[in-house]
């Protein structure tokens, strides 16, 4: 699988507002184009539609990610260990130990050109956690984890 396989995503999307979808895929499209040589991790879990890219397979690794809340259609454009970088404008939201995001309202307002450079500066810092080059692998998108039975109602599209 890789960039192209979206059965999964779309199908966990679904039951998001056209605009909501439109404005995830994007940039979604906007993190493989930048890295088409990581991999992305999808989940479907209870709160959220989760996305993030790691260049191995395993969680602890992703650099950034993308949530989709079903509990208010908010997107979070997110980095998994953003406590550790420097957002010098101070952009990223969050107060936990490690996760940052910033709220995603559409794609006109997103900065795009501060957020490629945090994402570089993410994924070396992503790099240099692994262990093994053996660990590393290529453009692979798969789908870790569907929660239906747990998944919280979706507010209904509008």
């Known amino acids: 699988m890789s960039k192209d396989q979206t059965s999964d995503l779309l199908k ?7 605009e ?3 404005t995830a895929l994007w940039l979604r499209e906007l993190v493989w184009d930048l890295y088409p040589g990581t991999n992305e991790l999808i989940y479907d879990s209870y709160n959220a539609v989760a996305f993030g890219w790691s260049p191995t397979t395993k ?8 949530a989709v809340m079903r509990s208010n259609y908010n997107i979070h454009f997110n980095f998994f260990r953003g406590s550790e970088l420097s957002d010098p404008d101070g952009m990223l939201l969050g107060e936990g130990k490690q996760y940052r995001y910033i709220l995603v309202k559409n794609k006109k307002d997103f900065p795009k050109m501060y957020m490629k450079k945090m994402m570089k500066e993410a994924h070396a810092n ?3 956690k692994i262990k093994s080059p053996k660990d590393i692998a290529n453009g692979l998108t798969i789908t870790k984890a569907i929660y239906a039975k747990k998944r919280k109602p979706a507010v209904e599209k509008k």
Request: aromatic fraction near 20%.
């Open 20 to 22: 909501t979808r439109e």
């Open 12 to 18: 966990f999307l679904d039951a998001f507002p056209e």
């Open 126 to 128: 992503s790099m240099s």
């Open 59 to 66: 969680f602890g690794q992703v650099f950034c990610g993308i």
